[in-house]
């Protein structure tokens, strides 16, 4: 079993910058890649960034490339997510995920995913 807790989040004034970390812990070594989505109110969960544990391979969505910026720091089982830039489109809840099957955008490939963290950015 593999556990994901995301932190970092909060409230912030459109232009600010958060930092979101995600420690993994349990069963990690199969993981291939880790991820991160969100989901605001009433819409779907979408894919924001992801990145391979071992090459650092990295993928972004074009929402955020530019202002977002993704790192893993293996040793401590933890990735994160640089928010720069930020936007009020950028509220949302935040979820870290975990994949097996390797890097990809599609959340179907994420078998482990945290509890999410809140991110609200006010113009």
């Known amino acids: 079993q593999v556990l994901l807790v995301e932190s970092g989040g909060g409230a912030v004034q459109a232009g600010d910058s958060l930092r979101l970390s995600c420690a993994a812990s349990?069963?990690?070594?199969?993981?291939?890649?880790m991820g991160w989505f969100r989901q605001a109110p009433g819409k779907e969960r979408e894919f924001v960034s992801a990145?391979?544990?071992?090459?650092?391979?990295?993928l972004y969505a074009d929402s955020v490339k530019g202002r977002f910026a993704i790192s893993r720091d293996n040793a401590k089982n933890t990735v994160y997510l640089q928010m720069n830039s930020l936007k009020p489109e950028d509220t949302a809840v935040y979820y870290c995920?975990?994949?097996?099957?390797?890097?990809?955008?599609?959340?179907?490939?994420?078998?482990?995913w945290g509890q999410g963290t809140q991110v609200t950015v006010s113009s």
């Open positions: 990145i391979t544990w071992g090459g650092g391979r990295t």
């Open positions: 349990g069963r990690t070594l199969n993981f291939l890649a």
């Open positions: 995920a975990a994949s097996r099957a390797g890097i990809s955008e599609n959340r179907s490939l994420y078998s482990s």
